[in-house]
């Protein structure tokens, strides 16, 4: 075996959208593993898709000084929006944002990332990745929350966290659906076949909404694959469906989980 091809003889599941589980997938059989995809949800826009405008045109016309993202999707999504309305005044959004002032927050390292792609920056971004610690984060604002406007960009479902946080602290606190997240009810084909006779070493699972929906797919099938966790976070809601989780990434990166699937590998190689 190469020591650059570690995870040769190694079977990895990746379950996030398919176009994401691919990026993933190159990456991992660069080192060797066999790679499936089956994702657990399914990215669709939001089923009122005129709140998301008004939302946006709110922003457009001043009326939230800071915006939240917890997702790529969200990201996606609410930027296709305010594109669409910027374009009327001839502003690009990074350019809006400036003359109104609105500063925005992100959950997670790909988040940040995909409003960077766009020319936003954050003006919050907390270590680690999740909806408490970006709550703690606007928390330490101190006197200056109480005039924030805050708009956040969500899924159809997920934490309240921020919002339970937040709400009573700041001038205005609302939450708008950009896009729709969905369980998957089917598997890909092969995915069963391979699971039932054992043959998926690793799972990886980035959300915990993606680990609840996996856990309801895979029914029988359940422990007859370890999952890998992006979080702790994820880890327990892998936990609470009875699922057996190997590891979970020192940090909620996608270059930390690879690094977790590569030790896990090496363990389960040496157990063979």
Request: proline share 2%.
């Amino acid at each position: 075996m190469s020591k650059q091809r570690p995870l040769e003889e190694i079977t990895v599941l990746a379950t996030r959208a398919r176009a994401d589980s691919e990026k993933l997938c190159a990456q991992l059989e660069a080192l060797g593993a066999q790679t499936l995809i089956q994702p657990g949800i399914e990215i669709l826009p939001a089923e009122d898709p005129e709140a998301l405008h008004d939302a946006c045109r709110a922003v457009v016309n001043g009326q939230f000084n800071w915006l939240v993202f917890s997702s790529v999707n969200g990201v996606r999504y609410a930027l296709a929006k305010l594109k669409e309305l910027c374009a009327s005044s001839a502003q690009d959004v990074d350019e809006t944002f400036t003359t109104l002032g609105v500063r925005c927050a992100a959950v997670g390292a790909k988040t940040s990332q995909a409003l960077r792609e766009e020319k936003i920056e954050c003006a919050l971004e907390p270590r680690d990745f999740n909806a408490q610690a970006l709550a703690e984060s606007f928390l330490a604002l101190g006197e200056s929350l109480s005039s924030a406007r805050i708009l956040s960009f969500r899924a159809n479902r997920g934490s309240q966290t921020l919002a339970d946080a937040l709400r009573e602290r700041v001038a205005r606190f609302e939450e708008v659906t950009a896009y729709r997240s969905v369980d998957a009810t089917h598997y890909a084909p092969g995915i069963e076949t391979a699971l039932r006779h054992g043959r998926v070493d690793f799972t990886l699972v980035m959300s915990s909404a993606t680990g609840y929906a996996l856990c309801k797919l895979f029914g029988d099938n359940l422990n007859k694959t370890r999952f890998l966790a992006l979080s702790e976070q994820i880890a327990h809601a892998l936990r609470q469906c009875g699922a057996t989780v190997a590891g979970v990434a020192q940090e909620a990166t996608t270059e930390s989980l690879i690094a977790l699937t590569v030790e896990q590998g090496k363990r389960l190689k040496r157990t063979r």
